[in-house]
């Protein structure tokens, strides 16, 4: 086997068909860095599997299956179990990286006391059209250790950090704190990002680095009525598992603020709909 390179790119991919291509695509053309690919489809009932056979001779990409069940956490950690690289990003196969991103956020993470960085993204539609650009990291500028980014993320009630091609983490981090956390599914990447985080700082990156595609076929779309439960649940188990990283007052600052932005997130949902088709 070749050395390991530096950044894995892993593709958990479900009825992608349309898009898998652009993402994976978008993947490859990265330079100034060693990465691998890897791809999972989790028994998709669409095309996405012939998609992918398309880059079965490409020597940085290897194809895996995924049997059906589990939810999203499945195929998550089934794709990334088979990382290589020192450092991990995963892509949702209906987003896009922007040039460039691999390279310079794997330059953040050569601080060895850095365990998770960021960037900010375009919120897409379904066709590619932006509709938000240039969103996430809101009021985080400068770097700050792990726990603080956690106690700022529950007390916006949101997630600062972004959708997983924003991200970019440590895989042994990740796979210390117990790999991708399904217990509450809406909030399974701010879930992970915050045991990850338990191990070293967070570093911003200011640049605009990924597209994320808004989906009526998304299953965080179809979660969007349990979305405020689900970030109170996640905020009484990290305090209860973590009390000295946040307060009582966190957590119920949190809270409000979650049910705020999940009503606001079903308005804009509601809104866009013909948009996410």
């Not at 194809?63 to 195929?75: E, F, I, Q, V, Y």
């Not at 900010?120 to 603080?148: F, H, N, T, Y």
Request: with cysteine.
């Amino acid at each position: 086997m070749s050395a390991a390179p530096r950044v894995s790119v892993v593709i958990p991919a479900y009825n992608n068909g349309r898009t898998i291509a652009e993402t994976i695509d978008s993947v490859l053309v990265q330079d100034g860095v060693e990465f691998e690919v890897i791809i999972a489809d989790h028994s998709s009932t669409d095309d996405t599997r012939a998609q992918m056979n398309r880059y079965a001779d490409d020597p940085r990409v290897r194809l895996l299956d995924t049997p059906a069940g589990g939810g999203a956490p499945r195929n998550w950690n089934r794709v990334t179990d088979g990382a290589r690289g020192e450092l991990l990003k995963l892509v949702c196969g209906d987003d896009v990286l922007r040039p460039g991103i691999l390279a310079r956020q794997a330059r953040i993470l050569d601080d060895p006391a850095v365990a998770l960085t960021a960037c900010r993204r375009d919120i897409i539609d379904a066709s590619g059209q932006v509709l938000m650009a240039g969103w996430g990291l809101r009021g985080i500028k400068s770097r700050m250790p792990g726990v603080a980014a956690v106690r700022r993320a529950v007390r916006a009630g949101s997630n600062p950090f972004g959708e997983p091609a924003s991200v970019m983490m440590r895989t042994a981090a990740l796979r210390d704190a117990g790999g991708w956390f399904g217990d509450f599914p809406y909030l399974i990447d701010q879930a992970t990002y915050s045991r990850v985080l338990l191990s070293g700082d967070f570093a911003p990156d200011g640049e605009v680095g990924a597209t994320f595609r808004m989906s009526s076929t998304q299953w965080s779309v179809a979660l969007t009525k349990d979305q405020a439960s689900q970030a109170r649940g996640f905020h009484l188990w990290f305090r209860r598992h973590h009390p000295d990283a946040l307060s009582r007052a966190d957590v119920a600052l949190g809270n409000a603020r979650a049910r705020i932005m999940a009503r606001a997130r079903r308005i804009s949902y509601k809104i866009l709909e013909r948009r996410m088709r």
